[in-house]
């Protein structure tokens, strides 16, 4: 399924020989297929002592140097694993490096970079059983991230993607940032990956004249690449990825006005005038100071709302299956048609409608901190919002073990019945061939979302004072009860509706309610604890 592939130096200096050993052995503790590409010296024993796959006969440039479109190209004449990973040899990988892969099922291409690790190791590691804590507590101590955003050391990708590389010299500059490039043109995923994994540099010296900054600009192979990339325009960095990848999941980068200005340079001369974005910048603050100024209020503010005598607004905290599509929808029909009202609210831009005197809002952070609407919902949790005051806040809580159980439901019902939903991007991954499997993949802060919901850490004690600020709180097993006294609260003909039940017979084993329970401890306490206050 993945082939870990890496174009070595000579295994002759000492030093390089100890952490490109180093690397290639925690490549093989992944359990993953690993190649070594070249014929420099000592490449072949070391791929004949490790146990690994060795491809000889790369082609090479008038230097010497391998080219890394005939690496590549004899990978997949070799291997027709589904994943692809270029490494440079120097790079350790901890086993957390196999989590990102989780989140790729569902996407077509796309390519994963990120920083790395600092670290100086100067013997070869004992890989023992012990061995990443050992190298965890060292880089706690030793090392550090490194923050250039333009020195890229592992790429992951699919086998079908890169058919079109360039010959560029490998250990040179520009070849990865041209992938970056490539990537953002062709529109697919461009991904940063933060947090997650653990990729770790070894230090070791530079080979003068070749990378170091005072000869690049005049080395005939870094000037080659950077003709190859298509000049200094196609230089792109970490900072023009379209996604990251992180603790919390997979999402959408915002674009900042200097990459805009990047991606626009083979524009009108105009839009490349160095202070054109100063201007505009200024005209556009102008424009929506008239704007707001003379334009009639009704087209500009939302309506003062006067719900339940103290409260301007309503604020769903939507956990995920517990039934908050259903409430979503019980709020819109209070304008008439739930279904088309709904589907107007997703598809709008900024999940922003108005319908007659009611503005409705959902999934945006800026739109709901700011809170100019009648009711707004979100997935967002409580910790990571900042909502004004006189909100009217609701909370939906269910059993865990049935709310999680109707999670691995619904995404199956998806995956069974070919629904391409947007959560299937990354959440299909999940699923495995067996709901044990799901549980070993889905995230903590998901299995055990209505806790993070309202405590970062998991912390039960800071999600009871959290939830204790929701104005409503009802449970999923109650829920037309639920609905019928929310009603009254805020003296709104509320009905209840039932969206979105999956239709499938899985019934989890045993064993698998057993794990699953263990897993949901937390949370468990907290769901019985809030039940004895909101009961």
């Known amino acids: 399924m993945i082939t870990i592939f890496t174009i070595p130096k000579p295994f002759t200096d000492p030093h390089i020989n100890i952490i490109q050993t180093n690397a290639i052995k925690s490549w093989v503790k992944l359990g993953v297929d690993v190649v070594l590409v070249g014929d420099d010296d000592g490449v072949d024993e070391r791929a004949r002592e490790f146990g690994v796959k060795h491809i000889p006969n790369v082609l090479c440039n008038e230097f010497g140097t391998p080219l890394l479109n005939s690496a590549l190209s004899l990978v997949r004449k070799k291997f027709n694993n589904e994943y692809l990973v270029y490494v440079n040899a120097d790079i350790i990988l901890l086993k ?4 990102i892969f989780k989140y790729l099922n569902n996407l077509d291409q796309f390519l994963v970079v990120g920083q790395r690790y600092m670290l100086e190791i100067k013997n070869e590691l004992e890989f023992n059983d012990d061995w990443e804590e050992e190298i965890k507590k060292d880089l706690q101590k030793n090392g550090f991230l490194n923050q ?12 079908k993607s890169f058919k079109n590389m360039p010959a560029f010299a490998v250990g040179r500059v520009c070849w990865d940032n041209w992938m970056i490039y490539e990537s ?16 770790i540099h070894q230090k070791h010296d530079t080979v003068a004249g070749i990378n170091d900054s005072k000869n690049r600009a005049v080395n005939p192979e870094a000037q080659n690449n950077l003709k190859l990339a298509g000049g200094a325009k196609h230089i792109f960095n970490l900072d023009d990825t379209s996604h990251i990848l992180d603790k919390d999941g997979l999402r959408e980068k915002k674009t900042s006005w200097k990459q805009l200005e990047k991606y626009i340079q083979e524009t009108p001369e105009i839009l490349k005038y160095k202070n054109f974005w100063v201007i505009f910048s200024f005209g556009y603050r102008i424009f929506k100071f008239v704007v707001k100024k003379f334009l009639p209020r009704r087209f500009l503010c939302c309506p003062d709302y006067e719900i339940a005598k103290k409260f301007k607004r309503i604020y769903f905290c939507h956990i ?13 029909a209070l304008c008439g048609d739930n279904k088309k009202i709904y589907s107007r609210l997703v598809n709008s831009k900024k999940h922003y409608i108005k319908c007659g005197n009611k503005i409705f809002a959902g999934w ?9 609407y009648f009711y707004a ?26 709310r999680v159980l109707s999670h691995y439901k619904m995404l199956l019902h998806f995956k069974e019945k070919k629904i391409n939903h947007e959560c299937m991007k990354v959440e299909g991954g999940w699923l495995g061939d067996s709901f044990s499997d799901f549980l070993d993949r889905v995230p903590r802060k998901d299995l055990l979302n209505q806790l993070y919901m309202f405590s ?4 039960i004690d800071e999600a009871i004072i959290n939830i204790k600020k929701c104005s409503h709180v009802f449970f999923t097993e109650n829920y037309n009860e639920g609905i019928k006294k929310l009603s009254g609260k805020l003296k709104l003909d509320l009905k209840p509706f039932n969206e979105r039940r999956a239709q499938n017979y899985f019934k989890p084993k045993k064993e698998d ?11 468990i306490i907290f769901y019985n604890q809030v039940k004895e206050i909101f009961n």
């Open 364 to 372: 945006s952070k800026e739109l709901i901190e700011e809170g100019k």
């Open 513 to 523: 309610l057993i794990k699953l329970e263990k897993l949901l401890e937390p949370e």
């Open 184 to 199: 953002r043109r062709r529109q697919i995923h461009t991904i940063e990956v933060r947090d997650i994994i653990t990729p």
């Open 377 to 402: 919902f979100s997935h967002i949790p409580v910790h990571k919002l900042n909502l004004p005051p006189q909100t009217f806040i609701i909370g939906i809580i269910r059993n865990p073990i049935e």
């Open 148 to 159: 250039a955003r333009s020195a890229l050391d592992y790429f992951v990708f699919r086998n």
């Open 456 to 459: 970062e850490n998991f912390n």
């Open 96 to 99: 957390n490096f196999l989590d």
């Open 320 to 332: 995920r299956k517990v039934g908050g599509t259903s409430l979503n929808h019980s709020f819109l």
